[in-house]
């Protein structure tokens, strides 16, 4: 983006930008946000994917590029208030590509429920918490490598066809957005990084589809709109999940008791576990989700079918690829 795209000199420090998006105007933000998006995405389908499959890039760098290509100069865009003032940031000069690690084990990542009413975006109330920075790379490298097994780069992969490669492709979509790897544009990215993946099967090109097809994410009832739709409701369930989960463990532990038909977010969880120490519920909830993801992750590289078609939330994710726009709109009213 140019600099007047950007709102601001797109040269200065991250903690510059980042001061300014504090006292900017909120309508002005929303606005370069949707722009930065667009852009972005624009040249992830233009010239990022192509030269990524060209260059027979790794799925797990792939996926580094990608964020960097959406994130770097555009934090200051894509941060709420809160994230934006957390003192974390201080020691970054950009967010693109950086995956959580554990040199900041206490920043907590997840997926929230919004107030529609704020234009910039606050967190409100948490419905799901993913696995901790100790887990996040060891859990993305997993994927990746999974990911690999069921796309290969220099064979084709005869377990994946036309009847359940938008299954397989949901699946690897559905355990980066648990793992949360980044520190923002997780979404953003979880749908981008599948065409490194589809492009690999030239003989699927007929299944190709675009959730996001104009640029701008989801909007107005779209593929991508009901995608995150899907995906929220996919979160309450595995909160739930693992709360029963961790119910068990504190309870064999003799730690505490709780009950896990009343949890449908983590916040509940939070809640419902007042009188636990929180370095005992985030440790003990740690284990969990991390076994729930290693799960799903097995099933992927194992190309266990079965197993997948059973979880429906993936059918439904699924059935959302297969009903989604054939061609993507650029900006300049290009069509690819």
Do not use: C
């Not at 580094?64 to 957390?86: I, P």
């Not at 923002?184 to 589809?209: C, Q, V, Y």
Request: proline share 5%; no cysteine; net charge negative.
């Amino acid at each position: 983006m140019s600099e007047h795209s950007k709102g601001i000199d797109p040269y200065l420090s991250l903690q510059e930008r980042l001061q300014w998006a504090q006292n900017a105007d909120p309508h002005q933000l929303s606005l370069l946000s949707r722009q930065a998006t667009q852009e972005a995405t624009d040249r992830v389908h233009r010239d990022i994917i192509p030269w990524l499959n060209d260059n027979e890039v790794p799925f797990y760098d792939g996926m580094l590029f990608l964020h960097s290509t959406h994130v770097s100069g555009n934090e200051h865009l894509l941060l709420s208030r809160t994230q934006a003032k957390l003192p974390f940031y201080q020691k970054y000069e950009t967010l693109g590509g950086v995956v959580r690690s554990p040199n900041d084990p206490n920043i907590l990542a997840g997926v929230y429920v919004y107030d529609p009413t704020d234009s910039r975006m606050e967190e409100r109330t948490q419905i799901f918490l993913a696995p901790s920075a100790m887990q996040a790379e060891k859990l993305l490298r997993s994927l990746a490598s999974a990911s690999e097994q069921i796309f290969p780069i220099h064979r084709r992969n005869t377990l994946i066809d036309d009847q359940n490669v938008t299954l397989y492709l949901s699946a690897v979509q559905m355990a980066f957005l648990a793992i949360h790897p980044f520190f923002e544009a997780n979404g953003k990215l979880s749908e981008d990084m599948l065409f490194i993946l589809w492009n690999r099967r030239p003989d699927l090109r007929h299944t190709l589809r675009y959730p996001s097809s104009d640029g701008l994410r989801g909007h107005d009832g779209n593929a991508a709109d009901q995608r995150e739709e899907i995906n929220h409701r996919m979160f309450h369930a595995i909160s739930k999940t693992v709360a029963v989960a961790v119910a068990g463990t504190l309870h064999k532990n003799n730690i505490g008791t709780i009950d896990p038909a009343q949890i449908n977010t983590f916040t509940d969880l939070q809640k419902a576990t007042a009188a636990i120490p929180d370095s005992v519920l985030l440790f003990t909830y740690d284990q969990e989700i991390t076994k729930y993801i290693q799960g799903l992750i097995r099933d992927i590289g194992n190309g266990n079918t079965k197993s997948l078609q059973e979880n429906s939330f993936l059918r439904e994710l699924a059935h959302n690829l297969d009903q989604s726009p054939r061609s993507y709109r650029f900006a300049d009213g290009t069509m690819l």
